[in-house]
C-alpha cells in the first residue's frame, strides 16, 4: 500500500508570496492532519480535515488555510508569506477522524523556504 | 499549557546496547501515547503506541511503558542498531482534542 505522498519536495518563495502544498493520503485514509514542524518549535498542529470537513485547527493565523476533496486528497494554502514560515510541512493521513486510537501516518514532507 | 518533554535531548548508544528514550507528559486527560522515528529528510515514522488503559506494550525490538502516576513514558530499544539512529518524539492525544501534541524529541546516535 503506498505511503502518504506529499508534493512538492521543496519549496522556495518570496516573501508576500502565496504557496500551496497538496498530500494524498494512504487509500482509504479520510483523515488528513498538517503539522508545521521547525527546529525551534518543533511539530507543530496546524489543522484536520475528514470528509471534507475541517474537524481541528490548531493555533495559526487565518494566513493557514486547507481543504479536502471528495477523494479525500488534501491541499494547504498560505498567503502572504513571512520568513518565520519556513519550515517543513508535514501531512499525515489516519483511518478515522482525531487522534483518540489511531495513529497519523505521516509523509515526507515538503520544505519550504521563504525568502 | 500543554506540553510533552523529553528528559534528554541526545543519547549516545554502543551499537548492541539497549536504549532507553524518556518523555514526560503534563496532562492527565491524555488517552493515547506514540512513539515516531523521524530520519534525515523523511517524516516521522510510526513506531508504537500504547492507550492510557495500558501499562506497557511490547513490538519487534521495542517496548513502550507508560506511568500514569508519574506521567512519563519511555521507549526502549533493545540491541540497538546503527539504523537505529535518529531523531525520537512522543506524542500524545489529548481526549477528544483531536490532534496529537508532540515532545521536541531526542537524538539517538547509535556507535559501531
Known amino acids: 500500500k503506498a505511503g502518504v505522498t506529499q508534493t512538492p519536495r521543496y519549496l522556495i518563495k518570496t516573501r508576500g508570496q502565496q504557496v500551496t502544498l497538496s498530500c494524498s493520503p494512504i487509500?482509504?485514509?479520510?483523515?488528513v492532519s498538517w503539522y508545521q514542524q521547525t527546529p525551534g518549535q518543533g511539530l507543530q498542529f496546524l489543522f484536520e480535515y475528514f470528509s471534507e470537513t475541517q474537524r481541528n485547527k490548531g493555533n495559526f493565523p487565518g494566513r493557514f488555510s486547507g481543504r479536502q476533496f471528495s477523494n479525500s486528497r488534501s491541499e494547504m494554502n498560505v498567503s502572504t508569506l513571512e520568513l518565520g514560515d519556513s519550515a517543513l510541512y508535514l501531512c499525515?493521513?489516519?483511518?478515522?477522524?482525531?487522534?483518540?486510537?489511531?495513529?497519523?501516518?505521516f509523509g515526507n514532507g515538503t520544505r519550504l523556504t521563504v525568502t | 499549557g500543554e506540553s510533552v518533554g523529553l528528559h534528554l535531548p541526545t543519547l549516545s548508544v554502543q551499537e548492541g546496547d539497549n536504549s532507553i528514550i524518556n518523555c514526560a507528559y503534563s496532562n492527565s486527560a491524555s488517552d493515547y501515547f506514540i512513539w515516531y522515528k523521524q530520519e534525515s529528510g523523511k517524516g516521522p515514522q510510526f513506531i508504537i503506541d500504547i492507550r492510557s488503559n495500558m501499562d506497557k506494550r511490547q513490538g519487534q525490538r521495542v517496548t513502550v511503558l507508560l506511568n500514569k502516576t508519574v506521567k512519563h513514558l519511555s521507549l526502549q530499544i533493545a540491541a540497538t542498531q546503527p539504523g537505529d539512529s535518529a531523531v525520537y518524539f512522543c506524542?500524545?492525544?489529548?481526549?477528544?482534542?483531536?490532534?496529537?501534541?508532540f515532545g521536541q524529541g531526542t537524538e539517538l546516535s547509535v556507535k559501531p
Open positions: 499525515a493521513s489516519s483511518g478515522k477522524t482525531g487522534t483518540h486510537d489511531s495513529p497519523l501516518h
Open positions: 487509500s482509504g485514509h479520510r483523515s
Open positions: 506524542a500524545e492525544n489529548i481526549r477528544q482534542g483531536g490532534k496529537l501534541i
